[in-house]
């Protein structure tokens, strides 16, 4: 409960931003908030279920297809384009959930790696369906209760749905669900014994990883107006693996921290270096290497460094 | 009895049961109907198992790096194909200048024997920093950690390379001693395709002689069999394990420079990672850790890959088969795991120890 509360804080925290940076900064903010929400919903599986999986664009990527194709090519409306974007990740999500799940670790890694890059593969090479690599552009944002055609509008949209996902997703790991995913994570045997089906729980935490992935995806795809093959790319899966781990993995606010944050970074690096997915890698290894908790891991350690001064002043 | 098997058997079991009869009901349908239309004449099919055996042999190569790395660290190295990269592509501007000298042309044998140890001294190097830098400190984490900086290590090498060498295409000179084809019972091969995959089985016959014969190739057993015991035993861990990143760095260079012969272009600084995933694919299907797994792994990827597209694709009537050669092999991927996660000779992947 006191995490929702946060949550709702920081959401009215941000609010103020269209009164104080340009417009600029503020789109770049909108990506930075998909990205981070995308990842804090990885952290379901990579974190609460310790399932690292290297696939989970796949679902980001195959439900803004899914609104996309559904626009140009069937004359769909957008509403229910959005529908069948969320229905088809779903779907993926349920048909590749059962089966990855029952793979451990390293060999769960690689099989959502397959996966992910199958459906990369199909998606590059059916051009003439999927426009291939050049992707498809020209998709309009839907009609809301205010105008989210401009930037701050589109801002206060993202803003408000990433809320309600984070509050879902705060409330699921809170949830005897959640609470078993880290009884399933730290010992499977322990758990089955008690009488808890481990795939099932194990397949929970994909789908529901896999639903927030495409929520944001179609976030992501409005906000692009556009979809290419690299929402489905390993590359995107890595990056938001990566930020789950840099993050710190369980903490929920870290990954949700470091995914944003890499969305910035990168585009202050591109700014003045062309090489900056050199020293995006380089930072993950130096962070990796000297802070293997995760940023999530500083808090404990800034707390108590503030009540030892605390502490210490009493005492004076 | 039979109350008790049907109880344990979860609805999953069931669905995996029947898409694997149906999977091979697609694949002998596929095969038959092409076989049936006579599409291919008993040459083509040659140049394609050729070909498949050549290009087989180059993943094999790469696979050794995994399998022997993982063999030993119970690790993936991720950035395995970014080894392969670096030895390939710095390669290209050894064998540009040979072949404006003139040396290529006048001695052939000679020249290639020097790009190859060129190449693989390059990619030993990078392999050797990336065990250093990137693994070393993190030997006692939790396995998901060097993962991480696996993919980080791979990017950054990317982009060195990239600033180094520069975005756009390379390619290697054509040899003019390797165009020709040879007779072999019957069919014309090319003879790049030969000289490739012999001196790649030649490669590996080494490296296979070298663990099994020598004193520091029964070390790195010893140590893949038990790491505590062995260090017991006074066997130097860190020792084995830079050999073994060596070894398969040097392999992942030389397997660069064949890849150059074989297919000259092609050569930039993202060239690494399909290679790298179908070698791990190549690994995987022989059995990751297990050395003859990988070699049979790579030369049967090899050989899905060149005739799958025209053997069982298309004749399932699906247009432009041999655009989905990448998804044949991460097909193939799946229904190893799926299946038989052990791989054909091996270990299963991941449940092994630790």
Redesign the interface.
């Known amino acids: 409960m006191k995490r929702v509360l946060i949550v709702i804080a920081v959401g009215f925290l941000l609010a103020v931003l269209p009164f104080i940076v340009s417009g600029y900064w503020l789109g770049l903010i909108t990506q930075a908030v998909i990205l981070g929400g995308f990842a804090m919903g990885l952290d379901l599986l990579v974190g609460f279920a310790?399932m690292?999986s290297i696939g989970h664009s796949t679902f980001f990527g195959l439900s803004g297809y899914g609104v996309a194709l559904a626009v140009t090519r069937f004359d769909v409306a957008i509403w229910p384009a959005v529908g069948i974007g969320l229905l088809l990740s779903l779907i993926a999500a349920l048909l590749f959930g059962?089966?990855a799940v029952?793979?451990?670790?390293?060999?769960?890694?690689?099989?959502t790696?397959?996966?992910g890059?199958?459906t990369w593969?199909?998606t590059t090479?059916w051009s003439s369906f999927t426009n291939g690599e050049n992707g498809i552009p020209g998709i309009s944002r839907p009609s809301f209760l205010w105008d989210i055609e401009t930037v701050v509008g589109y801002f206060y949209f993202t803003l408000l749905i990433a809320i309600a996902i984070s509050i879902f997703i705060i409330i699921f790991a809170e949830s005897p669900v959640g609470i078993s995913l880290l009884g399933v994570r730290n010992s499977d045997t322990r758990m089955s014994a008690l009488g808890y089906n481990i795939?099932s729980r194990r397949t929970i935490a994909f789908v529901v990883a896999a639903a927030v992935g495409a929520m944001y995806g179609i976030l992501n795809v409005f906000y692009n107006k556009f979809i290419g093959p690299g929402s489905l790319s390993?590359q995107l899966s890595?990056q938001m693996?990566?930020s789950v781990?840099?993050g710190g993995p369980v903490s929920l606010w870290g990954p949700f921290l470091a995914g944003s944050g890499i969305v910035i970074l990168k585009t202050m690096l591109i700014g003045t270096t062309?090489?900056?997915?050199?020293v995006?890698?380089?930072?993950?290894?130096v962070s990796?290497?000297f802070l293997?908790g995760g940023i999530a891991s500083l808090l404990p350690k800034v707390r108590a460094r503030f009540e030892k001064m605390f502490r210490g002043r009493v005492t004076e | 009895m039979l109350t008790r098997t049907l109880a344990r058997l979860?609805w999953?079991d069931l669905?995996?049961r029947v898409f694997q009869i149906i999977a091979a009901i697609v694949i002998v349908i596929g095969i038959v109907n092409v076989f049936r239309s006579n599409t291919y004449t008993s040459n083509q099919w040659a140049t394609l198992v050729f070909a498949g055996l050549a290009q087989g042999s180059i993943y094999a190569l790469i696979a050794l790096g995994y399998t022997l790395v993982y063999g030993i660290l119970l690790m993936?190295n991720f950035a395995h194909g970014e080894v392969y990269m670096a030895g390939a592509f710095s390669t290209v501007f050894l064998a540009g200048y040979f072949s404006n000298t003139g040396f290529l042309q006048s001695s052939p044998i000679l020249a290639i024997i020097i790009m190859i140890i060129f190449a693989a001294a390059v990619s030993t190097a990078i392999a050797l920093l990336l065990e250093r830098?990137?693994y070393r400190?993190?030997r006692n984490?939790?396995?998901?950690?060097p993962?991480?900086?696996a993919?980080?290590?791979?990017?950054?090498?990317?982009?060195?390379f990239?600033?180094l060498y520069g975005a756009e295409f390379k390619s290697y000179p054509q040899v003019p001693a390797l165009s020709g084809t040879v007779n072999v019972i019957g069919f014309d091969v090319p003879l790049v395709q030969l000289v490739v995959f012999f001196a790649a089985v030649g490669l590996m016959i080494a490296l296979y002689l070298y663990v099994e014969r020598t004193k520091s190739g029964k070390a790195m057993r010893a140590v893949s069999e038990d790491k505590d015991v062995a260090r017991l035993m006074g066997i130097d861990i860190d020792r084995v394990i830079v050999t073994t990143f060596a070894l398969g760095g040097a392999l992942a260079g030389a397997a660069g420079v064949f890849n150059g012969l074989f297919r000259p272009q092609g050569v930039f600084f993202f060239m690494g990672?399909f290679p790298g995933?179908k070698a791990?694919?190549a690994a995987?299907l022989g059995g990751i850790g297990n050395i003859p797994g990988a070699m049979i792994g790579g030369l049967m990827l090899g050989l899905i890959e060149s005739l799958g597209p025209n053997s069982i694709v298309e004749g399932l009537g699906i247009p432009s088969a041999n655009?989905?050669k990448?998804?044949i092999a991460?097909?193939v991927?799946?229904l190893i795991?799926?299946y038989r996660?052990q791989g054909i000779f091996g270990e299963?992947?991941?449940?092994k120890k630790a």
Do not use: K, N
């Open positions: 310790r690292p059962p089966l029952r793979m451990r670790g390293l060999a769960f890694l690689t099989i790696l397959a996966f890059q199958l593969g199909l090479r795939h390993w890595a693996l990566l781990v840099v062309q090489r900056w997915p050199m995006l890698g380089l930072l993950y290894v990796v290497v293997p | 979860s999953v669905i995996l993936i830098i990137a400190p993190l984490a939790p396995r998901l950690i993962l991480i900086t993919i980080g290590a791979s990017f950054t090498l990317q982009y060195t990239r600033g990672f995933i791990f694919t995987v655009q989905l990448d998804a991460f097909s991927l799946v795991l799926i996660p299963r992947l991941a449940e």
